[in-house]
């Protein structure tokens, strides 16, 4: 008989993350640590066990070196002609929650469980949010 890892009933909680004045991906890393899981015990690859995040003041982060000039993201339609590109300062005016959600994105596995972990992020650029009832712990990252 082979014993298989799985954890029907995980508790999943609430953690809130203030990341004002912080580096982009130093936040960005612990936060994708936690969205899989990894700082739990029952940590497993293949279930999804990470807790939900709320992160408050994503437009105050910071960034080191020139990143704000010479980061660029870019995305491409499919078409000739169809590829945008926008620095990371433009894309902080423009919506400053999406650099993080983007930076956690990139450092989740590639995989099928991606979209469900990234469902448990919640970026806001101000210290208001909408998760006050479920009463998230304030964690320092």
Known sequence: MRFTKFYPRIERRWL?????NK?????ATR??????GKTKPT????????DYVVV?????????GRKLEEKIYDKY??????RKEITLKELMKK???????????????KNKLRKRM??????YPEDKHPHLAQKPEKIEV
């Open 16 to 20: 809130l993350v203030d990341a004002r």
């Open 23 to 27: 580096t982009l991906g130093r936040v």
């Open 31 to 36: 936060i994708a640590k936690i969205l899989q």
């Open 43 to 50: 940590y497993s690859p293949n279930f999804l066990c990470g």
């Open 56 to 64: 408050i003041n994503a437009r105050y982060i910071k960034v080191t």
């Open 77 to 82: 339609s499919g078409y000739p002609g169809g």
């Open 95 to 109: 919506n400053p929650s999406k650099a993080l959600y983007l930076a956690v994105k990139g450092m989740l596995p």
């Open 118 to 123: 990234l469902r448990a992020l919640k970026v």
